[in-house]
């Protein structure tokens, strides 16, 4: 089985990600879904934390074999990004969403000295937003973003072009269409709910409305 199937497997063991087309969630962003995602569970289940892991930083030394440093985006991409670190022996920063309003003010937190290559790490991506305000921040800091990875993407248009635009190489461990086919293939959905599925993450914005 492939990765991308495997890693979507353990997220719906431990209800990391939901589907219900019935009574739809709502993000922050107002948007209507009928999926969400928690990645944090992630962090009690022990037997899916190590593959998680082992995954992701298997990930980061074949994809990136020159990162100097790891990164991980406040707050969820913080544990991951420090275990990939303390397996792969390389520095850990965090990166927050802004800089702190007292103390030193810092938006990014450990030692990252200039010219730095750095890989990027986040639980979740969806729009790219946060993912790239952490690249900017790197960058305006000195470093150099040589790629980002996350446990599970939802593989919208608006985060692919962002990260394109951007020369950012990402990776994921898992995705949407992983998903689905997945939940096709355990007939835990329906064709009819895949293609509604299907058409949601087309215009996420508009869904349910």
Known sequence: MKRELVVAEKLLQINAVKLNLQNPFT?????????????????????VRDFIKSEMTNAVFTEFPDADVIAGVATAGI???????????????????????????????????????VVVIEDLISTGKSSMEA???????????????????????IAAKLFSDAGIKTLSLSNYNALL????????????????????????????K
């Open 27 to 47: 993000w922050a962003s107002g948007w209507k879904s009928p999926i969400y995602c928690d990645n944090r569970k992630i962090l009690s289940y022990p037997h």
């Open 79 to 117: 544990p991951h990004g420090a275990l990939i670190a303390d397996l792969l022996s390389l520095p850990f920063i965090y990166v927050r969403s802004k800089p702190k309003e007292h103390g030193m003010g810092n938006q990014i937190e450990g030692v990252l000295e200039a010219g730095k290559k």
């Open 135 to 157: 690249v900017d921040a790197i960058k305006a800091a000195g470093g150099e973003v040589i790629g980002l990875c996350s446990v599970f993407t939802y593989g919208f248009d």
């Open 181 to 208: 086919e997945l939940s096709l293939d355990k007939k835990t959905i329906s064709s009819d709910e895949l293609e509604q599925l299907t058409t949601w993450r087309e215009n996420p914005a508009a869904w349910g």
